[in-house]
């Protein structure tokens, strides 16, 4: 029993000081103890077995003006001390990436002509595939410590069970236990923006922010929400499915039967649908199709332009709502229909409509993508967590 709680005791602070390499660079023996509230001595002896084992190297020497006697040395990451696997899979795109303990994505693979209707035969190719490119990237299996999959629909992530992907037609599936049972590694599994969430608190704009709403929208509208610095799920994990947020007065009819849902008036899907006379190649994809038009050779369209605009202006009622409920210090965008310029116009003149003598709205377009997200929920759950299995480095 004690030595269960020393070693649940060493994991804890061996995450504690990671953590504080990780988000707190550049960080010193001294800055860490401090910081942390770890000895001196604790600290010393962690960081010497992660650089034992290959996960963090000594880099230049940190200036602290006044100092004196022993100079403080910067710790980071190294590149090749592990890596995890990034497993997205969302309605126009699946891939496969290798990214190291910095994040850096060091392999990818763009998975074409995946049979959807067998979820079972996808998790299969995708893992033939994966194991491919861990061999051709010249990495050892051993440094692989494990799998973060980013999926575009309602996760349990606990019993890692994909509830519902509407945009995929899978359901009640136990996802993460088939691709651990596939690679032979241990798998977090999270709903898209949940994931896309969890990278942006963690790594860029809404760092140290605890109250944001993201609003993914790609071909289908989704969303998440964290508040007083806790993602927030809901009784059936269904919190942030805005997608079926209904726009007053819109008579658009939505799959779900209602009229006006987001899904039928401001997501990608619905914007193809209003613009499918235009003339691209037939063999396109829907999600390629998206970007061709979201692209729109510099905006020249107007009819495109219009149409992304008038989607915009439909999301900027659930904008508006969002912040008059949640009052949050940060609305995300994320996704290819967010990124298009008329569509966060759109939004814009709602919120102006709206909210007269105010343009200070917390609402930004996020650049994170699902890739990256996919290797950041690795990371977080097999690095830089209490999980890392430190005596497989040592093997490796």
């Known amino acids: 029993m004690a030595g269960g709680s020393i070693n649940e ?30 000895t001196g001595a604790a600290v010393s002896r962690i960081t010497r077995e992660l650089i034992d084992v290959g996960l963090i190297s000594e880099g230049k020497t940190v200036e602290v003006k006044g100092q004196v006697g022993r100079r403080n040395v910067r710790l980071e990451l190294a590149d090749n001390g592990a890596y995890v696997l990034g497993i997205a899979l969302t309605a126009n795109s699946q891939s496969i990436s290798i ?3 910095k994040g850096e994505i060091v392999a990818q693979r763009r998975m074409e002509g995946l049979v959807l209707e067998n979820p079972a035969v996808v998790v299969e190719q995708i893992s033939r595939a994966a194991n491919k490119m861990i061999q051709s990237a010249n990495i050892e299996l051993g440094r692989v410590v494990g799998c973060g999959i980013a999926v575009g629909g309602v996760v349990d992530p606990d019993s890692g069970v994909l509830i519902r992907s509407d945009p995929l037609e899978w359901y009640d599936l136990p996802l993460a236990s088939m691709f651990h049972d596939s690679l032979g590694l241990p798998v977090r599994l999270e709903g898209r923006a949940v994931a896309l969430l969890m990278t942006e608190h963690k790594r860029n704009s809404a760092k140290a922010k605890e109250n944001v709403v993201l609003i993914s929208n790609g071909l289908w509208v989704g969303g998440a929400i964290m508040l007083d610095g806790n993602i927030v799920k809901g009784q059936s994990n269904m919190i942030g499915q805005i997608g079926h947020f209904a726009v007053n007065g819109n008579q658009k009819q939505c799959v779900c039967g209602r009229k006006g849902c987001l899904d039928a008036t401001a997501s990608g899907l619905a914007i193809l649908d209003q613009l499918q006379h235009i003339e691209l190649p037939a063999s396109m994809k829907p999600g390629d199709r998206l ?40 609305i995300l965008l994320t996704g290819a229909t967010h990124r298009q310029e008329k569509y966060i116009e759109g939004i814009r003149e709602t919120l102006t409509t709206l909210r007269p003598g105010q343009s200070d709205w917390p609402v930004k377009v996020s650049r ?15 690095v830089f967590s209490t999980s890392l299995n430190i005596d497989q480095l040592k093997a490796a």
């Open 291 to 330: 970007r061709a038009l979201s692209e729109n050779s510099n905006l020249s369209n107007p009819e495109i332009n219009q149409a992304f605009m008038q989607a915009g202006r439909n999301m900027g009622y659930a904008v508006d709502a969002l912040l008059s409920m949640l009052d949050p210090e940060q």
């Open 99 to 101: 990214g190291n303990s």
């Open 9 to 38: 005791m060493r994991r804890r602070n061996r995450k504690i000081v990671l953590q504080e390499i990780v988000f707190n660079a550049p960080a010193s023996r001294s800055q860490i103890s401090k910081n942390t509230g770890l």
């Open 368 to 382: 994170v993508t699902s890739d990256q997200s996919a290797i950041w929920l690795g990371l977080n759950a097999f």
